[in-house]
């Protein structure tokens, strides 16, 4: 046996490999340099291609000349209310001007140089400055922000109530994943202790605790490595940040506890074990490919990676002796499995019918995401757009942009009044508070448009080839209903109709509609992921164990639990049910990658401790115990193993569920009731009621021998 490092306290029997615990160490250190190159270009991956937002944004950028393709949204409050509206526009223009003479900045459109009313609170407490940037120009928007940071004392001198704060697209896609790194940073510090505690009472030891731990942190460190050498192939994305601690400790921890809980195995068996429940896991996480969203997409090797190496870090660096059972745990465990082989159908159903009902609540999901009611509260851009929701301004960050392609040049007499018939029209639909396109700047006559406005607004309004217009649809709310609503209305409005030219076609985008088409996208592809974890684990325990009916069985198992563990997410967060313990209030929906995300760790996760407990039966049965009592010695050996794991991985999942993010809030909730869920009610109810209920048909098969013990 290769040497190892033995520890004085009690450790049960668990051991590093010394050889190993070198190599890991020195490959993490070397890793470094790439860890932290990764944590600093996380991004927000939003394309989903193919969708008419996707479109918008496309064509925005090809066909248009305009200085706001790129752009972000400063919030000017703390103004004084004006006894002159020319020197209240005048105090604006000395913050704005300095802004649009930056060389990022391409244009600035704001109350100091515009009439429109939208860039402008009621009370004049408030005005807005929408700032074009030059996309080409990388960091443009973070060097505008230390600059206005910088000029702030010296406004104040005038102004002393100013502050000047970023937000929009641009500000938000940046924030966002710098705050959910920070975020799971602290999730991450919070998990380790209460890990290594809830650790110390799985494994009887607290030597034992702190070398799983130790463990569990050169696995995450390692994936973050390896993902930082994939970074020219796959993007650091933020639900991948999210995904890698919260699954690489719960995880690791999971299979360090069954190498020493199980050690009365032969290491061949455990390993075996370890490598079909990892496998599972990493099935999951591959369906999430499937996923039309380049950000869930970009999660998927970061859950491949970290399961990989979790289940390899476990095997190669844990080394066992003999755990010693004690009588009164194993007698406690004989006894349920006995009650449990006595009366399978009352189990069947005692256990079915809460599951089956949480599992139908999931179906109720409502996949949608808010403009801004669930943004960490210490980022500027999440205070921003609290500040212009306050002062009834927020519906300026909802802008829908319509692409109107008309059958005739716009700038022409027919097209002008294409355009104009289709402004009118737009306004009169239901939830629409603004419209503006060419043909609301200055007068509104061609003439006008065509010789007296600037040239860079008519490159912003219409396109290159001339036969399309931009038309700006502004939101009366940013209530996520509403928005939602109204994109489909929008999308619904006849183009040759409103503008009067058959042939005339419209294209609704903008953030709303990139809203919208998300979550419907991922209503279409859950179905699909669903169907491909389920066929391709359904193939690996075949394999596995050859037994038809133990497969099936543990699929359709791994399904239910799932989906419930989904619909407990919506009864929290939709429904309100407990829901002062997240924040006080209902949410209201749940995030469209919550489901596919969630669904592909719980889904794996349930198999490791069906796994634990087909494995014990299968010894059982093999070692000639009759089809009834092998599922009592199954559950005697399993039983506690599978209930300090449940509780261990629910303790990691519980710190993450206080992140103060709400998707990892989401996720960890999700995966710590489909963990407690399975345990309680699946693999010590269910599976074996229908174990005792199928008999000899469990084990069943088309050939030989199971090779899994």
Not at 244 to 264: E, F, I, K
Not at 402 to 424: F, H, I, K, M, S
Not at 473 to 487: E, F, K, Q, R
Not at 600 to 609: C, E, K, L, R
Request: with cysteine; proline share 7%; charged share 15%.
């Amino acid at each position: 046996m290769p040497p190892a490092w033995r520890f004085p306290l009690n450790s049960n029997g668990f051991r590093l490999d010394r050889t190993a615990l070198a190599v890991w160490v020195v490959a993490v250190v070397a890793l470094l340099p790439l860890q932290a190159r990764w944590n600093s270009r996380l991004a927000v991956v939003t394309p989903v291609g193919g969708t008419p937002s996707a479109e918008v944004d496309r064509r925005l950028h090809q066909e248009f000349d305009s200085p706001f393709a790129t752009s972000a949204v400063l919030v000017i409050a703390g103004l004084d209310p004006p006894h002159d509206t020319d020197q209240w526009r005048a105090a604006v223009r000395t913050v704005t001007d300095p802004v649009a003479a930056y060389p990022a900045v391409t244009a600035v459109l704001s109350a100091g140089n515009s009439l429109d009313t939208l860039l402008v609170a009621p009370d004049f407490s408030l005005a807005l400055a929408i700032v074009g940037l030059d996309g080409t120009i990388p960091g443009a928007l973070d060097s505008l922000r230390a600059a206005s940071r910088r000029a702030l004392p010296e406004l104040r001198a005038t102004m002393p109530r100013l502050t000047l704060e970023w937000t929009g697209e641009a500000a938000l896609l940046a924030d966002l994943p710098r705050s959910g790194a920070h975020q799971t940073r602290i999730a991450e510090l919070r998990a380790l202790p209460l890990t290594a505690l809830a650790a110390w009472w799985a494994f009887g030891s607290l030597t034992a605790a702190l070398l799983a731990s130790i463990v569990a942190v050169l696995a995450i460190g390692a994936t973050f490595g390896v993902l930082g050498l994939a970074m020219p192939w796959i993007a650091p994305a933020l639900p991948a940040r999210m995904l890698v601690p919260l699954v690489g400790l719960a995880l690791t921890v999971d299979y360090c506890l069954y190498l020493v809980r199980r050690s009365d195995l032969p290491p061949p068996d455990r390993a075996r074990t370890i490598v079909v429940a990892a496998l599972v896991v990493v099935i999951g996480f591959a369906a999430l490919a499937i996923a039309p969203a380049g950000d869930l997409r970009a999660a998927a090797p970061g859950g491949i990676v970290v399961v990989t190496l979790a289940a390899a870090a476990a095997l190669t660096l844990v080394r066992t002796g003999r755990v010693p059972r004690t009588h009164d745990v194993t007698g406690r465990w004989r006894r349920w499995g006995e009650r449990v082989v006595r009366r399978p159908w009352t189990a069947l159903l005692l256990g079915a019918t809460p599951l089956v009902a949480l599992a139908g609540m999931a179906m109720r999901a409502h996949l949608a995401t808010p403009l801004h009611n669930w943004l960490p509260p210490q980022i500027e851009s999440a205070r921003a757009l609290d500040r212009l929701d306050r002062a009834g301004r927020s519906n300026a960050a909802g802008t829908l942009h319509l692409l109107l392609q008309l059958p005739t040049p716009v700038l022409e007499p027919a097209g002008w009044e294409a355009l104009g018939r289709a402004g009118r029209a737009l306004r009169a639909v239901a939830g629409v508070g603004a419209v503006h396109s060419l043909a609301t700047i200055g007068t509104g006559a061609l003439v006008v448009a065509r010789r007296v406005l600037p040239d860079a607004v008519r490159r912003s309004y219409v396109s290159r080839d001339g036969m399309t217009a931009l038309v700006d649809l502004v939101p009366a709310s940013t209530d996520g209903d509403s928005l939602t609503a109204l994109v489909h209305r929008i999308r619904a409005t006849n183009a040759a109709t409103i503008t009067g030219l058959p042939g005339a076609t419209m294209l609704a985008g903008g953030l709303p509609a990139y809203i919208e088409d998300y979550a419907a996208a991922m209503r279409t592809a859950l179905p699909w992921i669903v169907a491909a974890t389920a066929i391709a684990t359904l193939l690996v325990l075949l394999a596995a164990f050859r037994a038809p009916v133990v497969a099936v069985k543990a699929v359709l198992l791994n399904l239910l639990v799932a989906a419930a563990a989904v619909g407990v997410t919506v009864l929290i967060f939709q429904q309100g049910v407990a829901a002062a313990l997240f924040g006080g209030h209902s949410f209201g929906a749940v995030f469209p990658t919550v489901p596919a995300l969630a669904f592909g760790a719980a889904f794996g996760m349930s198999m490791d401790y069906e796994l634990f407990l087909l494995v014990a039966v299968r010894d059982a049965h093999l070692g000639g115990a009759g089809p009834r009592q092998a599922v009592v010695d199954g559950v005697a050996a399993s039983g506690g193993l599978i209930v300090r794991a449940a509780v261990l991985m629910a303790v990691v999942f519980a710190a993450f569920i206080a992140s103060g993010l709400l998707p990892l809030e989401m996720v960890g909730t999700t995966l710590a009731a489909a963990v407690l869920l399975d345990a309680s009610l699946v693999r010590l109810v269910l599976a074996p009621a229908i174990l005792t209920l199928a008999g000899r048909w469990n084990w069943w098969s088309f050939r030989g021998a199971v090779p899994i013990r």
